[in-house]
């Protein structure tokens, strides 16, 4: 058995939201477009041609969509802005209706008892400031603290709970190497140029909401996973080691004042010509929570390519595990342990909350119902490995579900289903499915 209780009378409990994946709305009432934009509407960019167009059309819906979140007794409504709302190129003239829907919002969570936390940027850059370049213009430095100000001096005496950044690991890889996602470039420099600007921008606006906001609760999330090498050879474990930093150590030593983590992964020395004068004192910064988004595991071997990181991932299917997410990920919930426990070992890493975990399952509606009796599996498997860290010590204060409602999963489109509610994209219908229930009763029947 497990319970909501074991975990404790004050932890709490919610779920994560991005503005592109459930807004829709995207050419109203000011907004300007956002690199999301422009990416879903370039041909074979998107599974099935998806746009985020419509989305959820939470823009329109927020209130009921709430209603679902109160039904199902989860207390945190964690959700970003689009920049683009509030300036529509970025910079320069705020647009007034931008800050009132998100002032609406917010007014709704309150009025329903609901915490709203902010995610200050998940992804959705104004496409005005990518035609400047964007994360690998140093100047992006500016812009976004100027729009971190905004938003905490517009919102900071009603939200006490702000984080950074959503996955910068994801937006920098995805964004900047492969070029699978937003926007959609291919370069190892530019990729080392958003990274130190990010990393810097991390810093500063940690420093502006404590400023701007009285009693603030601050933190940014990373994508995390636990590592292991597919062989004990010298050369899969070196492989392990670069990819560890990549993907967990690269955007959090930095904030942490242990600078980049060039003794795991060599070429991050190319990271050097983007560092300027006291640059590195604006690096860390005393982040009252981390926020670790996990969903599985990578298991690695050397290979003779991709160049500078010289591995690659043993895919799941090669390895014949038991379960994969309609995302093609392993269902690993010892790796939500493992990944806990290796950011606990951060002497400044004080609080951790578990900011997203979810899976994508098939979902059919039948007469009105969806028994997702695979999710809640995996909820109750991956919450005792939750526990587990919790037991031993580790201060976990919360944990969100990765995601309200089925939306727009960026390059797989609407395919994917991670939500505790289904929709139905023809009618907008939301279903609280039975994972929903599971979380409305406090766990097991
Ligand atoms: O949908 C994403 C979210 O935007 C960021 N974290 C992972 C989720 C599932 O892929």
Known sequence: MLSKSDF?????WGVATASYQIEGSIDVDGKGPSIWDTFSHKKGKIKNGDTGDIACDFYNRYEADLDLLKAMNLKVFRFSISWSRIFPEGTGNVNQKGLDFYHKLIDACLARDIQPWITLYHWDLPQTLQDKGGWANREIIDWFCNY????????????????????????????HVLGIH???????????????????????????????????NIGTTYSCMHVEAASKSLNDLK????????????????????????????????????IKDNDL???????DFIGLQNYTQMVVKAAPAPPLMWALEESPQKRKVSEITEMGWEVYPEGMYKIIKQFDRYEKVNQIIITENGAAFKDTPINGRVQDLQRIRFFRNYLRNVLKAKREGVNITGYFVWTLMDNFEWAEGYHPRFGLVYIDYETQERIIKDSGKWFARGFDI
């Open 239 to 274: 492989a392990a080691r670069r990819m560890n930093a990549l993907l967990n150590r690269l955007y959090i030593e930095p904030a942490l004042g242990m600078g980049y983590p060039t003794n795991g992964w060599e070429a991050l020395s190319r990271l050097e010509p983007f």
């Open 8 to 12: 404790g009378k004050d932890f709490l």
């Open 281 to 287: 004192e604006k690096l860390p910064f005393d982040f």
């Open 182 to 216: 937003a926007p959609g470039i291919k370069s190892i420099p530019k990729f080392m140029a958003a990274t130190h600007h990010v990393c810097v921008c991390q810093g500063e606006a940690g420093r502006i909401i404590r400023q701007n906001v009285p009693n603030a």
């Open 148 to 175: 971190v100000e905004t938003c905490t001096k517009a919102f900071g005496d009603k939200v006490k709970n702000w984080m950074v950044f959503n996955e910068p690991a994801v937006f920098c890889i995805l964004g």
